[in-house]
């Protein structure tokens, strides 16, 4: 049976030895953590609605085809801007139910402008789907969707669709950490979110 005196050599040398740290290993959970908390990924996503006269691609664009049919807004053909041209152009206004819809939404002093920004959904993870270690480098694979803030940001973000990006990790002194890219030909996670292609 050991002695007093072994059991607190035994407990000094383990007090001594370096302490490990939660940031050390590169688990899900600490990927998951790191990139939810990341101001990249929480950012909002905001949808910029223009008004006035617009051209015809714009016109077209998936955003808009969703704001007419919920009748939000309304457009009329209008003559194109040198800028704008070739034909046709259309000139896009709010309809009252738009200006009920939106007015809550808009930043004060935004109200009379052509153009105006709102935040409309924020991304959630869903799911850390793979982590490729090499060394003190790490890709991290993840999934993750939209959630709409409000009644826009519904109508133009499924919560149902699942996204595939990419975050890259670097390992510190002080533990593992989200870095903005590895090296030149990766991307960045702002680019990797913006990139992202529906999870299949």
Not at 2 to 10: H, V
Not at 28 to 33: H, K, M, Q, T
Not at 116 to 129: G, H, M, N, W, Y
Request: with cysteine; charged share 20%; net charge negative.
């Amino acid at each position: 049976m050991p002695n007093l005196s072994t059991l607190a050599l035994c407990l000094a040398a383990l007090l001594l030895l370096p302490s490990c740290s939660p940031r050390d290993f590169l688990t899900r959970r600490l990927a998951a953590d790191l990139i939810a908390a990341s101001d990249t990924f929480a950012a909002p996503q905001q949808f910029q609605l223009h008004t006035g006269i617009i051209s015809n691609q714009d016109y077209l664009s998936p955003e808009l085809i969703v704001l007419q049919h919920r009748g939000w807004i309304s457009a009329t053909k209008a003559p194109c801007p040198p800028a704008l041209a070739p034909p046709p152009c259309w000139d896009i206004t709010l309809t009252p139910f738009g200006v009920d819809t939106f007015q809550s939404l808009i930043a004060p002093g935004d109200a009379e402008k052509p153009s105006f920004s709102i935040p409309a959904a924020r991304r959630e993870l869903v799911a850390i789907t793979g982590i490729a270690k090499q060394a003190n480098l790490a890709d991290v694979e993840f999934t993750w969707r939209w959630i709409p803030m409000n009644e826009v940001g519904a109508a133009l973000y499924s919560a149902d669709l699942h996204y595939q990006s990419t975050a890259s990790f670097r390992c510190y002194d002080d533990g593992w950490r989200l870095v903005d890219r590895l090296s030149h030909p990766a991307e960045s996670l702002d680019e990797s979110l913006r990139n992202a292609e529906p999870a299949h």
